[in-house]
């Protein structure tokens, strides 16, 4: 095998390798006389079949798999001979092969780069912080208040108002028609809950028990169902009874139902949930911080090989999102020319990124545990309640999609601990502060 280098150009390198007709037809015969040994003819003992007919019979077969053999081979010396470190399986081209003649073949690598990792031990962040507030819990508990409400029928002689409960028949037809799904009996709507038909809950507004009201709405044209989209529709209804709804009282036997021993055990469970959801968040726009100067002080060469790759993940999803949503305000006035250009930037970053995390990850032996892999998978089968069984049996017969799960895991190892070598200044904000999109803050600053 002949190994020529013909281009090294930044992260890129072109070989050129000849393997002659003389080594590719040795392999052949190797080949043939290993199959030669097990297959069955008749007239023939096993092992006995002469090489002609071997040639005859499976040289075209064989020949396929001593190419592919060999094409893997050359990849694998041109790696090991100039001692490469490919950023994505080199790329092999045949130039040139006849039967007898030599194989001539192209084989680009794409390197990854080769850098220092700043000296980071001047780098400040700040950290947003928020407390929890008596009105978060208090907040929390309306809620888990209002998920135990009850509905209490109204006796008095009154009109319905919004947030009333109205008890309700409903029969609905499309052009006259009878259509399925638009009847129902003993319902419970909540006024201005907007779970019907845009407009049909307004008209229901200052009806009494016992009315009957004939209510007319239009399907909205993005209704999941297609038939009724866009249509005019009317509904009889009948308006049995108005009931006004009860939250829960706040009190130890609402604690008990949600399994804690009183009140005070229940306010100190959301205290530390509330005070978890906040440090997660914080957690992130500190990563973010850290993110962004790191970025800001490294400006190294990466594979475009996989800035490639990393872009089309990215345009993907965002022509998936232009699809159910359309475009985002800040995109609308931007062609597609311009769009690409800036979230290629974007998939520069993250490699960037990618590669050094990853390099100071290596640097300071940061591995990822099986039991850290096992958790992960565990975490992740609860996202599936009810099919639990099958995303295990999943991941055991996949062990790559169990490998899959490495690298976040990874990357949130390294930035906690470059978090650990960096000041990290913590800044104490509200709530609101806390919360809201760094990119938004962004806007304003620019805005402003």
Same mark, same amino acid.
């Given at each position: ?45 096993? *092992? ?60 680009? !690598? ?26 978060? !819990? ?18 008095? #002689? ?12 409903? #029969? ?13 009996? *003993? ?18 507004? *200052? ?22 989209? *866009? ?218």
């Amino acid at each position: 095998m002949q190994i020529t280098e013909t281009s090294a150009e930044g992260l890129r390198r072109d070989f050129k390798v000849v393997l002659t007709a003389q080594d590719i037809e040795s392999r052949v015969q190797t080949r043939l006389t290993e199959v030669g040994k097990t297959v069955k003819m008749p007239g023939f003992r096993p *092992g006995k079949v002469p090489m002609p007919i071997l040639k005859q019979r499976y040289g075209q077969s064989v020949m396929g798999e001593v190419l592919e053999a060999a094409v893997n081979d050359a990849a694998q010396q041109v790696v090991a001979d100039n001692n490469l470190r490919p950023a994505l399986q080199p790329k092999v081209e045949v130039e040139s092969f006849d039967a007898g003649a030599d194989l001539a073949l192209k084989i680009s !690598v794409e390197l990854l780069p080769e850098f220092e990792p700043a000296d980071l031990s001047g780098v400040e962040i700040e950290k947003p912080v928020a407390a929890v507030s008596d009105e978060a !819990v208090s907040e929390s508990l309306g809620r888990l208040s209002k998920g135990r409400r009850t509905t209490e029928k109204v006796e008095e #002689d009154r009109a319905a108002v919004s947030g009333d409960i109205l008890l309700i028949d409903f #029969d609905g037809s499309v052009d006259g028609e009878k259509r399925p799904g638009m009847k129902g009996e *003993g319902h419970e709507l909540e006024l201005g809950s907007n779970s019907f038909i845009p407009g049909f809950e307004d008209q229901l507004v *200052g009806t009494k028990a016992g009315s009957d009201v004939t209510v007319k709405v239009t399907f909205p044209t993005e209704y999941h169902a297609a038939e009724l989209a *866009g249509k005019d529709a009317v509904f009889e209804v009948k308006v049995h009874e108005i009931r006004a709804a009860k939250d829960a009282e706040l009190n130890d036997d609402l604690a008990k139902s949600f399994g804690f021993d009183d009140l005070e055990a229940l306010k100190t469970a959301l205290t530390e949930r509330i005070g978890e959801e906040y440090a997660t968040t914080s957690r992130l726009r500190a990563k973010r911080a850290l993110l962004d100067k790191l970025a800001e002080l490294h400006d190294f060469e990466v594979p475009a090989g996989m800035v490639d790759i990393e872009f089309e993940q990215i345009w993907k999803r965002l022509q998936d999102e232009l699809a159910r949503d359309g475009a985002a305000e800040e995109d609308k006035d931007k062609d597609e020319e311009a769009l690409k250009a800036e979230y290629r930037d974007i998939a520069v970053r993250r490699v960037r990124l990618g590669l050094l995390l990853s390099e100071i990850g290596r640097r300071n032996n940061v591995t990822v545990s099986r039991e850290e892999l096992n958790k992960a998978m565990i975490d992740e089968v609860r996202r599936y309640p009810g099919q639990e069984q099958q995303v295990f049996d999943f991941f055991r017969k996949n062990p790559q999609a169990v490998e899959s799960l490495r690298a976040p895991i990874y990357e949130d190892k390294v930035v906690d601990f470059i978090l650990g070598s960096v000041k990290v200044n913590e800044v104490t904000v509200s709530v609101e502060d806390l919360m809201r999109d760094p990119d938004e803050e962004e806007e304003g600053v620019a805005a402003a």
